[in-house]
């Protein structure tokens, strides 16, 4: 066994010698993660053989990175409540570690906004507060995850599944995380979180008039609330939340893991930072070991 890895591992490394010839490049495959680097480096590609020196392949580091490419790339949900702060974290996933973000709801607003019948059909139910029909999301979302580069790079999917039905149509469809996190915030801050809410309609941005007010007065003149963003339509989402919350630790409790999330963003980041840098390394250990 440990034979047939040095084997595996040397031909591998031998893919990282020089090239013959400047004027040929050998075009970049594969992907690094390299544990224990810092933020940057961590998700890189495979450099032109020609750039790679024999100090650099024959080094630990570039072993432990060959065997690290070998590894599937990491598959992560991340769930809570409206307002628990799964935006927030995503981006902070994103930039670390480099994972495709697949949002359900951002998929199902580019419908309405586009006007499409699929749109129409999921902004009756929004506006009521409850959820979209699972034949409506299940084939936008599973399209998206089997998209190139959600393959290659690995995939952050944010607030999805929703419920039990939304879960068995990724489980028969063999679509499952390496972790799912949630995030475990109290009702009367996910409220006032909510209706706190605006968002600037010419950059994207999302500002809270409390938490992170806007920089100044043009940007506030222009801010929208979303139609769903109110007292009201936040507490038939969160009751319609904590029905299908059950499926959810059910389906995935061998990968589920809660994380406090009225914390400052930055110690919940750090909470969730070593567990996925964790199951990136066990991953890592199970291709080194096989």
Request: hydrophobic share 40%.
């Amino acid at each position: 066994m440990a034979s047939s890895m040095a084997a595996a591992c040397t031909a591998a490394a031998a893919s990282l010698s020089p090239a013959q010839s400047t004027n040929q490049r050998t075009p970049a495959q594969g992907r690094l993660i390299v544990h224990g680097a810092p933020a940057s480096a961590r998700s890189l590609r495979l450099r032109p053989a020609g750039r790679r020196t024999p100090a650099t392949r024959s080094s630990p580091r570039a072993a432990k990175a060959v065997v690290a490419a070998l590894a599937d790339p990491l598959k992560v949900m991340i769930s809570g409540a409206p307002a628990s702060g799964k935006g927030t974290q995503c981006e902070l996933i994103k930039a670390k570690f480099g994972l495709v973000h697949i949002s359900a709801g951002d998929l199902l607003r580019a419908e309405i906004a586009a006007g499409s019948e699929n749109g129409k059909q999921a902004k009756e139910f929004m506006e009521k507060g409850q959820l979209v029909p699972d034949e409506i999301v299940v084939n936008m979302v599973k399209e998206r995850l089997l998209q190139p580069d959600a393959q290659e790079n690995g995939w952050l999917l944010d607030g999805y599944p929703r419920s039990y039905s939304q879960a068995m149509a990724l489980e028969n469809l063999e679509i499952r995380p390496d972790i799912c996190i949630l995030l475990d915030v109290p009702d009367e801050l996910l409220v006032e979180r909510v209706v706190g809410r605006r968002l600037d309609p010419v950059t994207g941005k999302i500002y809270h008039l409390k938490y992170s007010p806007p920089e100044n007065e043009e940007i506030a003149s222009r801010l929208t609330q979303r139609f769903d963003d109110t007292e009201e339509k936040v507490k038939l989402r969160l009751q319609t939340y904590y029905e299908n919350i059950d499926a959810l630790l059910s389906t995935y409790k061998d990968v589920i893991v809660k994380v406090k999330g009225d914390a400052t963003k930055e110690d919940v980041f750090s909470e969730i930072d070593k567990l996925l840098t964790s199951s990136l390394d066990k991953k890592t250990e199970i291709v080194a070991s096989a």
